[in-house]
């Protein structure tokens, strides 16, 4: 297997001097990107694509031919390079980190495998209170190449900010409690509506875990982080808010002394999208099925959105993919801050190439167009042109 040469790597960093590590510190923390999570004004809108990284590249497929999934997580170079592939092709505005929302729970010893074509399979299914013993708290110790892969990437990326993830406690817990991908958690819902005592000391269990998993990733120089509750949709609002937000807003809690922009994902949570910000992200996530400006409605105020072009629709014509993805970026307008994204992850089946055409189409089209001289009040407070909403 070759791995593409590392031209930063550990290397780079020792070479780079403080001032131009600040530097470029400085410029991730003005990037559009970061800028929208904050909803300040921006010069377009930023975008990036969930998963990627990954199967929708035949770089990827090449370079994981003879790697399984989990081993090419503990693998910081590999890490690094499957990171950086979509970035050599895409004008994304941010990179995430390659890796898995499992890697922290076989970590910690858990027998959890990815299996090829089928994802996460848990040999022996969480069932009853002795199975907690078999999810002992993460150590940072656990996981020491998701700090070095995030250090290596950091002085790669530059200027580009690197999302760190973790999974939501729902969803770690539905892989755990029903033993696999499952169409509608039933199992995981079972216990949920059963047992609330062991349902609450799992998901406090999982939250541990996700709060370590992304403070290490944070500590190594992550900027932003996103909470995938991918399956989180399959409860309703009153579930959602006593079983669920509880152990979830522990971990939003835990970061906020970091700082860093707090993004919480899920998909089917049309109903939930209030309780997701209520949670304490800074960011929501919509997948395609509420349109953005019914999804600022429904979220509270304070919150940027992120989202929400159906991943189908990459498969359609160029025509169909322009059209809808215009319709996102004005909807988009109408949030106090907007990141384009899809409304779940690149399919496999995605032509990269329509991707790079959809990232260059973002930004051209969400273009503001900065003032004519002496036209415009600009104040100290910035280039208030740049502006999400209706200015221009
Ligand atoms: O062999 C392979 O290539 C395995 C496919 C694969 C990949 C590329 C899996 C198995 N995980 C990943 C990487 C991954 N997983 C990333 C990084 C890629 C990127 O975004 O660029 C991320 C962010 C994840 C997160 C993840 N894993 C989620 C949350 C995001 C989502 O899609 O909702 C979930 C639910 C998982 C579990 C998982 N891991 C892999 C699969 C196929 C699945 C889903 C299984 C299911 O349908 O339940």
């Given at each position: 297997m070759t791995i593409l040469p590392q031209p930063g790597s550990a290397n780079r960093a020792d070479g780079v001097s403080a001032a131009q590590l600040d530097n470029s510190a400085a410029r991730i923390d003005s990037s559009p990107f970061m800028r929208a999570c904050r909803r300040e004004p921006v010069p377009y809108t930023p975008v990036w694509f969930m998963r990627q990284a990954g199967r929708s590249l035949p770089e990827y497929r090449r370079l994981r031919a003879q790697t399984s999934m989990l081993e090419s997580?503990?693998?910081?170079?590999?890490?690094?390079?499957?990171?950086?592939?979509?970035?050599?092709?895409?004008?994304?505005?941010?990179?995430?980190?390659?890796?898995?929302?499992?890697?922290?729970?076989?970590?910690?010893?858990?027998?959890?495998?990815?299996?090829?074509?089928?994802?996460?399979?848990?040999?022996?299914?969480?069932?009853?209170?002795?199975?907690?013993?078999?999810?002992?708290?993460?150590?940072?110790?656990?996981?020491?190449?998701?700090?070095?892969?995030?250090?290596?990437?950091v002085s790669e990326l530059d200027e580009r900010p690197l999302i760190g993830f973790a999974g939501g406690p729902f969803t770690l817990a539905s892989y755990l409690v029903d033993g696999g991908p499952s169409k509608n958690h039933d199992r995981t819902k079972a216990l949920m509506y059963g047992n609330p005592e062991l349902w609450h000391a799992l998901l406090g269990r999982l939250a541990g875990i996700a709060i370590t998993f992304l403070q290490v990733q944070i500590a190594a120089g992550a900027s932003a982080v996103q909470l995938f509750d991918s399956w989180a949709?399959?409860?309703?609002?009153?579930?959602y808010r006593h079983a669920v937000l509880p152990h979830t807003s522990r971990i939003f809690a835990a970061l906020e002394p970091t700082g860093v922009p707090r993004i919480h994902f899920g998909v089917g949570t049309g109903e939930l999208l209030g309780l997701l910000g209520e949670a304490g992200a800074d960011v929501v996530g919509v997948d395609w099925r509420v349109p953005l400006d019914e999804a600022a409605r429904r979220a509270e105020p304070g919150k940027a959105l992120q989202g929400n072009l159906d991943p189908a629709v990459l498969l359609a014509s160029w025509e169909a993919v322009a059209h809808r993805a215009r319709d996102v970026i004005a909807r988009g307008r109408t949030a106090e801050g907007h990141i384009f994204n899809l409304g779940h992850g690149v399919l496999p089946e995605t032509d990269p190439d329509v991707l790079a055409r959809l990232a260059d189409l973002v930004h051209s089209e969400s273009a503001r167009t900065p003032p004519e001289p002496g036209t415009h009040d600009l104040t100290e407070e910035g280039p208030r042109e740049w502006n999400n909403g209706s200015v221009w």
């Open positions: 997580c503990t693998r910081p170079e590999l890490v690094t390079e499957i990171t950086l592939q979509p970035l050599r092709r895409y004008d994304v505005d941010a990179a995430i980190l390659f890796s898995d929302i499992v890697v922290p729970l076989r970590a910690v010893g858990v027998d959890i495998d990815i299996k090829p074509g089928i994802g996460p399979v848990v040999e022996r299914p969480f069932r009853d209170t002795g199975d907690l013993a078999r999810l002992r708290p993460l150590d940072p110790s656990d996981v020491p190449y998701i700090g070095e892969a995030v250090r290596a990437l949709g399959a409860v309703g609002p009153d579930d």
